[in-house]
């Protein structure tokens, strides 16, 4: 018995210190809600917030001459210039942008999320470095794979 009360007491402070805490969740939030956010109302630091410098954000696309899909791939800078310019206009969103987070995998230093917004849906891996949530990696399409050419 005395061994088996040692065992769930270092379980639960095992537990304790290396399991997701809900500010965590909050921060991971937060970063998939800067990067959708900073497009909506240009916000090229705002975007840059949220990123990992390493970011590879990738799709599928198709050829129009070739008919054959490959994938493509966006940087960091390139989708901190895309905060810059791409909504200038305003005209790119709704005026009430559809924009929600679910959380699909959270550990003690790497989370998985899925954004939802208004044309696509972002599937995002996430790391905690030096105490910070950033995003690492996108998988993202339209709502219409169609578009994707």
């Known amino acids: 018995m005395k061994y088996f009360i040692v065992f769930i007491s270092l379980w639960m402070v095992s537990a304790k210190c290396f399991s997701q805490t809900k500010q965590d969740s909050l921060e991971i939030k937060r970063a998939a809600l800067d990067y959708i956010e900073s497009q909506h109302n240009p916000n090229p630091k ?80 996430l790391v905690k470095l030096n105490g910070s949530w950033k995003i690492i990696n996108v998988l993202w399409q339209f709502n219409d794979s169609a578009r994707h050419k």
């Open 46 to 125: 705002q975007m840059e917030q949220a990123l990992h410098p390493r970011l590879v954000k990738r799709t599928f696309w198709t050829d129009k001459e070739t008919k054959k899909d490959y994938v493509r791939e966006t940087s960091a800078e390139s989708m901190v210039i895309l905060a810059e310019n791409y909504n200038r206009k305003k005209d790119k969103f709704p005026a009430v942008p559809k924009k929600e987070v679910k959380m699909l995998d959270i550990s003690e230093k790497t989370a998985s999320v899925k954004l939802i917004a208004d044309e696509w849906i972002d599937y995002m891996h």
